[in-house]
């Protein structure tokens, strides 16, 4: 079965500019959860959703960034306007709530850099 | 907010030693992940502990989470390269599917 995935897998852009990440959580899971990790700040949870709806987002730092699970399959986290603090990898990671342990599965990740 | 500290933060041994690390928390938790990261993938579940003194084992690395249910450490029998990464705990505090990292203890392993 796949995993988690995520694209793009890099991304290299410039101050202002738009982002957009996207993540296909795995088939039959409720719990989505969107991280970024830094060296200074280890990994932060941004947001999570429950049977798409977005439970708690007071991770996101700014207005800049917005999320969304149109559907069980789909989920984007959008930055806009990046700035160059908002370089870091990002990570999305899929659950099935209710399931022993809770475990989290989590893509390979989006490499982020803002120049 | 909880306080959540790893230690150490860096870890570099040789092949075959023994070693140790700890997740301490003034919070009490309700459970306990243990996650790796190796370089460039994404964290995946080593264990979870839920009991207070609990003892796992998964070959050759030993977890327990503490009477309290405050802690947790990792000992890893006679390392070996491929132990090389970063290990994460990830405390339950009840809060359904949420889960807060620590920062990690990032371990290096030569031959």
Redesign the interface.
């Known amino acids: 079965d796949a995993g988690v995935i995520q694209s793009p897998r890099h991304e290299v852009t410039e101050m202002g500019q738009e982002v957009t990440l996207r993540c296909k959580p795995i088939s039959g899971h409720n719990s989505l959860f969107w991280y970024r990790q830094t060296m200074m700040r280890g990994l932060e949870l941004l947001i999570y959703f429950n049977n798409n709806v977005p439970i708690d987002d007071s991770g996101m730092p700014e207005d800049r960034f917005s999320a969304k699970m149109p559907n069980a399959s789909f989920s984007t986290l959008k930055i806009q306007p990046s700035e160059p603090r908002d370089s870091a990898v990002y990570f999305c990671a899929s659950s099935q709530q209710g399931q022993p342990n809770n475990e989290q599965f989590f893509g390979p990740g989006t490499r982020l850099t803002v120049l | 907010t909880q306080l959540l500290e790893q230690s150490p933060q860096f870890l570099s041994i040789q092949e075959g030693e023994n070693l140790t690390v700890y997740c301490n928390s003034s919070s009490v938790f309700s ?1 306990l ?1 243990w996650y790796r990261q190796e370089p ?6 080593l264990v ?1 502990v839920v009991t207070g003194g609990e003892v796992k084992k998964l070959k050759r690395l030993t977890f327990q989470f503490g009477d309290a249910r405050k802690d947790s450490s990792l000992h890893i029998t006679a390392a070996q390269p491929g132990d090389t990464g970063l290990y ?1 705990c990830a405390p ?1 505090t009840g ?10 203890t990032r371990l290096q392993v030569t031959l």
Do not use: I, W, Y
Not at chain 2, 40 to 45: A, D, I, Q, R, T
Not at chain 2, 97 to 104: A, E, V
């Open positions: 459970s992940q460039g993938e994404g964290p995946v579940l979870t994460l339950n809060t359904a599917s949420k889960l807060t990292f620590g920062t990690g």
